[in-house]
Nanobody, 119 residues
Framework: QVQLVESGGGLVQPGGSLRLSCAPSGRVFSIYRMGWYRQAPGKQRELVATITPGGSTNYADSVKGRFTISRDNAKNTVYLQMNSLKPEDTAVYYC?????????????WGQGTQVTVSS
């Protein structure tokens, strides 16, 4: 059974930075698109950023210029560097992966990590 395990969330002041990491536990064959989504209280889950194995990226307009997504294919790990954080970035951040294991290919989600931006 494969699970995506996130780390790096926490409490930070406005203007601060955090770095999220995510990697699968368990054996995988290939990982295609990976990304981060977030869900704030009372709102729907929304895209933050995605990245392909070749490094092509896509960002939500609200985070462009402040967040950077990257991945280490050798470690099957995706990162989200978040700079110039704002209170409206407060949300639970979820890691996403399009993952091939032996016998199947599916979408996988992490359990979520809380990011709180507050003074």
């Amino acid at each position: 059974q494969v699970q995506l395990v996130e780390s790096g969330g926490g409490l930070v002041q406005p203007g601060g930075s955090l770095r999220l990491s995510c990697a699968p536990s368990g054996r995988v064959f290939s990982i295609y698109r990976m990304g981060w989504y977030r869900q704030a209280p009372g709102k729907q889950r929304e895209l933050v950023a995605t990245i392909t194995p070749g490094g092509s990226t896509n960002y939500a307009d609200s985070v462009k210029g402040r967040f950077t997504i990257s991945r280490d294919n050798a470690k099957n790990t995706v990162y989200l560097q978040m700079n110039s954080l704002k209170p409206e970035d407060t949300a639970v951040y979820y890691c996403y992966g399009d993952i091939q294991i032996i016998g199947s290919r599916d979408d996988y989600w992490g359990q979520g990590t809380q990011v709180t931006v507050s003074s």
